[in-house]
């Protein structure tokens, strides 16, 4: 589960990462056609590449502080949705086996 988690957190790094390229590009792209001065790109771009590192490091802030889900965790989860245990498939199966025996005879 914590592996997923990673992979989540930098599936969304990598994205925001390659937003960033994007909007950097935008800005030069404006630059170059004299729609903004270079210190207003280069301002901006500061901004993007801030606003980026604040938030990863807030991200990885989140995922160390993520712990491993203990085995009573996980049952305490699992019997809060209602999952059904080993023992109920087992108790449903038994069950289904004396219907078709009454069926059949």
Not at 12 to 37: F, H, Q, R
């Amino acid at each position: 589960m914590v592996d997923e988690l990673k992979k989540v957190v930098l599936a969304g790094l990598g994205s925001a990462a390659y937003t960033y390229e994007k909007a950097s590009k935008v800005v030069d792209d404006l630059v170059e056609k004299g729609k903004i001065t270079i210190d207003e790109g280069k301002e901006l771009s500061q901004e993007l590449k801030k606003n980026l590192k604040e938030k990863s490091s807030a991200v990885g802030d989140k995922v160390s502080k993520v712990k491993p889900l203990t085995k009573e965790d996980l049952t305490a989860v699992l019997k809060e949705i209602n999952f059904a245990t080993k023992e109920d498939l087992s108790e449903l199966k038994e069950r289904i086996s004396k219907l078709e025996e009454k069926l059949n005879q």
